[in-house]
């Protein structure tokens, strides 16, 4: 069985600030990707990243960066220097290499970014 | 421009009328499925589908239906509502084959509620 958890339920930072989202997953599969997405106070769900099982590198893109460790079955995503835009609630996921492809979410950690 | 499209946004309707939410991708998508979202659940896959005339039951089938019969659409069909089924609904939908676990692109999601 898959599992993906997102101990953080909700966190405020102020503008500027540096924050860190936590994912940890299980999985028995060897093969398997990760992906986080963004959902916006308007409601849409938009993909941020995609991470197979064979690439523990870690990305930036801007502001955002992500830290693959499967020694300790984690895939945290931080943003450097928040903005309010950053504002959301961000979902960690996981999926398989079945033939349904399922993607298991975590239960989101809400970001809040105030000036 | 590439998109999945649910309707309606926003559904407010009374327990036990039947229901359909409807979905169309136009990106050719082989792959279709229905998630809800409820807090602290995170998003739960409802059905899926991998091809015309192939659906298959997710983590939470009860008391929905889906179809597929043509590659673009995927309605999404709730017999007799109940307040539990309460909730924001995704369509999702992505590629197959090649593109093996791409990411799925979402619908903007359909707010409904059953009294």
């Known amino acids: 069985a898959q599992k993906v958890t997102q101990a953080q339920t909700e966190i405020s930072v102020v503008e500027k600030e540096d924050v860190t989202l936590d994912c940890v997953y299980e999985?028995?599969?060897?093969?398997?990707?990760l992906f986080w997405y963004k959902q916006p106070p308007s409601g849409e769900l938009v993909f941020l990243i995609r991470?197979?099982?064979?690439?523990?590198q870690n990305e930036i893109s801007g502001r955002y960066s992500w830290n693959f460790q499967k020694s300790t079955s984690s895939f945290n995503f931080t943003i450097t220097a928040s903005q309010v835009v950053d504002s959301a609630v961000y979902f960690c996921?996981?999926?398989?290499?079945?033939?349904?492809?399922?993607?298991?979410f975590g239960t989101g950690t809400r970001l809040q970014v105030t000036l | 421009e590439a998109q999945v499209t649910q309707n309606p946004r926003y559904l407010i309707t009374v327990t036990g009328k039947k229901l359909t939410v409807t979905c169309s991708q136009n990106?050719?998508?082989?792959?279709m499925s229905w998630y809800r979202q409820d807090p602290g659940l995170g998003l739960r896959q409802i059905y899926y589908?991998?091809?015309?005339?192939?659906?298959d039951k997710g983590d939470v089938p009860e008391g929905y239906k889906v179809s597929r019969k043509e590659k673009r659409n995927f309605p999404l069909i709730l017999e007799s509502p109940s307040p539990n089924q309460t909730s924001l609904y995704f369509c999702?939908?992505?590629?197959?084959?090649?593109?093996?676990?791409?990411?799925?692109?979402f619908g903007n999601g359909t707010r409904l509620t059953v009294t």
């Open positions: 999702a939908s992505r590629a197959w084959g090649v593109a093996y676990n791409s990411p799925l692109h």
């Open positions: 999985t028995r599969d060897t093969t398997y990707y």
């Open positions: 991470r197979n099982s064979f690439d523990e």
């Open positions: 996921a996981l999926s398989y290499t079945g033939t349904a492809s399922k993607l298991t």
């Open positions: 990106m050719n998508h082989e792959y």
């Open positions: 589908s991998m091809n015309v005339e192939v659906t």
